[in-house]
T-cell receptor, first 116, second 109 residues
Framework: EAGVAQSPRYKIIEKRQSVAFWCNPISGHATLYWYQQILGQGPKLLIQFQNNGVVDDSQLPKDRFSAERLKGVDSTLKIQPAKLEDSAVYLC??????????????FGPGTRLTVL | GQSLEQPSEVTAVEGAIVQINCTYQTSGFYGLSWYQQHDGGAPTFLSYNALDGLEETGRFSSFLSRSDSYGYLLLQELQMKDSASYFCALKAQGGKLIFGQGTELSVKP
């Protein structure tokens, strides 16, 4: 079974530029998560989708971050414009069910973003 | 709010046993998960405790005590490949994970 796919793996941009990340979850997984992991810290949830609907985006900086999950499968996360503090690894995860207690999240390799 | 605390670094020798502790504060949660992350890699699921007590999966065991707001991950027969960061995470409403800061485990020969 293929895992969670993400691209690109690395991205370097200058502040105030825009950037987009792509995630393809495990086939059949209903729930998709985007996390931000700053160096030396644990991942922090940005947004959670169930199928193509948003379940939780309480920690998404909506003035600059946006995300969508087209047709309940792939997802894109966009930052516009980027700030220096956005430098981090952006992790995508998916889970089979609707995010219940026993639903395991599987993570992709992440996109490492450097903002100069 | 919800928060977790775990030691930032732990060092142990190959073949030994090591315990990584995790204390937390929360108003409600489904359970406690543990993830392993090698440098530059994806977090990988290790274990999940929905109920109090010990869960064993091969060389790894995890424990939860809700009354003490405490859990731990126990790694036995340490191998060099176990050198990685280990995160405890609360499974919160909706299934989202709230992660601790991580413990960097160094296994020495």
């Amino acid at each position: 079974e293929a895992g969670v796919a993400q691209s690109p793996r690395y991205k370097i941009i200058e502040k105030r530029q825009s950037v987009a990340f792509w995630c393809n979850p495990i086939s059949g997984h209903a729930t998709l998560y985007w996390y931000q992991q700053i160096l030396g810290q644990g991942p922090k949830l940005l947004i959670q989708f169930q199928n193509n609907g948003v379940v939780d985006d309480s920690q998404l900086p909506k003035d600059r971050f946006s995300a969508e999950r087209l047709k309940g499968v792939d997802s894109t996360l966009k930052i516009q414009p980027a700030k220096l503090e956005d430098s981090a690894v952006y992790l995508c995860a998916s889970s089979l069910l609707a995010g219940g207690p026993a639903d395991t999240q599987y993570f992709g390799p992440g996109t490492r973003l450097t903002v100069l | 709010g919800q928060s977790l605390e775990q030691p930032s670094e732990v060092t142990a020798v190959e073949g030994a046993i090591v315990q990584i502790n995790c204390t937390y504060q929360t108003s409600g949660f489904y359970g406690l998960s543990w993830y392993q992350q090698h440098d530059g890699g994806a977090p990988t699921f290790l274990s999940y405790n929905a109920l109090d007590g010990l869960e064993e999966t091969g060389r790894f065991s995890s424990f939860l005590s809700r009354s003490d707001s405490y859990g731990y991950l126990l790694l036995q027969e340490l191998q060099m490949k176990d050198s990685a960061s280990y995160f405890c995470a609360l499974k919160a409403q909706g299934g989202k994970l709230i992660f601790g800061q991580g413990t960097e485990l160094s296994v020495k020969p």
